[in-house]
């Protein structure tokens, strides 16, 4: 179903299309809020935001996507709850479970002293199919710190944009970067770890 | 020459088509000759894959939602 069919079935007040509207998009608004306010305050903001959006849909012009739309509801309400106490971008970087790729698996010649062993499993489904493996994924997207995991979702779940990761959660595109990239060394080391050993 | 820390840190932006013209021949390069940063590539992008196929926890409360937002709509339609 297109946005604008959605749309039309959701202004005539279809339960079902509200139903479709927070499953398609109620994860992408809750990795945004998370982002911004923390844990604490996440799902507060997302019911205030799908209010706010119910309340205005009558009124969406479709210049962006619908999806587009929701997330900047959503990023400007977490933004208002912050008010002043807003916080420091941080960059730094929690351990994770199973550590990253580090300095340590390099030589002095910044050549590998400790290759990535080779998984047994190629694909994605293969890997997705042991219970265990997931919970691990799930201990260690817990484990970095809520900018981080919020970065990385919306990146990888969410498939949003850089510079529309940026602009949502307000910070420069680099660090975006910075933050994708660490999180998903962690992701890739506990990937490997389980594949080394067959556990977590 | 780029070295494998190097390619290491710069394979994020290399998946996500952020690097200049220069600094993606550099990558292409050096992946020609080296296996073990080819390995952390290929295994980086199924890193990428897995998080993208993980099932999203489910909404616990997801009908009860959806019912209170068609009524608020019908509310502010007035
Ligand atoms: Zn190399």
């Known amino acids: 179903m297109s946005d604008q069919q959605l749309l039309r079935r959701l202004l005539a007040g279809e339960d079902a299309a509200y139903r479709e509207l927070v499953q398609r998009y109620q994860g992408a608004m809750r990795a945004v809020a998370f982002a911004i306010v923390g844990s604490r305050h996440a799902e507060e903001v997302v019911q205030d935001a799908w209010l706010a959006v119910v309340r205005s849909l009558a009124g969406f012009e479709q210049r962006a996507s619908l999806k587009t739309w929701l997330l900047s509801i959503t990023a400007n309400l977490a933004r208002t709850r912050l008010k002043h106490n807003r916080r420091e971008v941080l960059l730094d970087d929690l351990p994770g479970p199973h550590g990253s790729v580090d300095e340590a698996r390099f030589d002095a010649g910044d050549h590998w002293r400790q290759p990535p062993t080779a998984w047994h499993d190629d694909s994605p489904e293969a890997l997705l199919a042991e219970d265990e493996l997931r919970q691990c994924l799930e201990r260690t997207l817990v484990s970095l710190s809520e900018l981080q995991s919020s970065v990385l979702l919306l990146r990888e779940r969410q498939m949003l944009e850089l510079d529309e990761i940026a602009g949502l959660l307000e910070i420069s595109q680099a660090n975006v970067r910075v933050l994708l990239h660490r999180a998903r060394l962690k992701v890739f080391a506990t990937l490997e770890h389980f594949e080394e050993t067959g556990q977590c | ?78």
Request: aromatic share 4%; with cysteine.
């Open chain 2, 1 to 78: 020459m780029l070295k494998c820390r190097q390619l290491v840190a710069l394979s994020s932006d290399y998946l996500d088509a952020q690097l200049s013209l220069r600094q993606r021949l550099a990558v292409r390069a050096h992946l020609a000759m080296c296996w073990k940063c080819r390995r952390f590539v290929r295994q980086l992008q199924l890193t990428q894959a897995v998080l993208r196929q993980m099932p999203e926890a489910p909404i616990d409360d997801l009908d009860e939602r959806a019912r209170a937002l068609a009524a608020a709509h019908r509310d502010s339609q007035g």
